[in-house]
């Protein structure tokens, strides 16, 4: 029996078969991630911040926290299940199962999430490192269930025997959602009145003008793609490591 490899075209195909699973909790979850991304700036009104560079992703992190902590890992918990129907992960109780796991997943994402950003401000090698040997740690306890050391070490073995691949396959997802940004930022620079060329468009702008909600809704859409994709690429990496 071929086991599958990991790769770029291939996570990123599958995970558009998988959304498509589920067709309208895809459009509800990318119309909560528009609603929550307009968030951000509704806080920095609500705190009159002002424009700043500092509390604009601040805000906007804050705002899809949500999404990025629950709804995605539950979806991916939910398309893991109904695709693979394993003992670690029943399609018959997967929101059971889901709910008993997510917030270890999510307190270890958080986390390696400050360790990768402390990494990457001060030294820049550290983040990278932990996050190519870490980075399926968080996957690993919410859809197999294993403590934090097991999990650790399952990413990190597996990186070491996978990484070109692997690599390969997260820069592929890096570039779509590269191309989305250059092209957003190039229509919404025309779209928009003219702003401050070093903060860009302050936050009742960005708040109200339907420019921002409808590339928001896209934002939203490739999100759950690259994330469908990211579950995809785990599962081959995982049969790749048991084959």
Known sequence: MRVPQPSHLGALREGVTLLRRHPFLSLGLALLAMVLAQLGPALELAAGAGPSLIFQPIFGF???????????PRLQAQLDA??????????????????????????????????????????LVPGVVILVLFGWAPMRVLLRGEGLLPALKWSRAAMARHWPRI?????????????????????????????DPDLGPGALVRLKHPAFWVFNL??????????????????????????
């Open 62 to 72: 804050a705002g899809l926290l949500p999404l990025e902590m629950y709804f995605i």
């Open 82 to 123: 109904e695709g693979l129907d394993t003992s670690w992960n029943p399609a018959a109780r997967w929101r059971e199962t889901f709910d008993g796991r997510w917030w270890r997943a999510f307190l270890l994402r958080l986390g390696l999430s400050l360790a990768i950003g402390l990494g990457l401000l001060l030294f």
């Open 167 to 195: 690599v390969q396959a997260v820069l592929a997802m890096m570039l779509v959602a590269l191309v989305y940004q250059v092209g957003a930022g190039w229509a919404l620079d025309r779209l928009l009145p003219a702003a």
């Open 218 to 243: 896209l934002g939203g859409a490739l999100n759950l793609w690259l994330s469908s994709s990211l579950l995809a690429l785990y599962q081959r990496l995982e049969a790749a490591m048991a084959g």
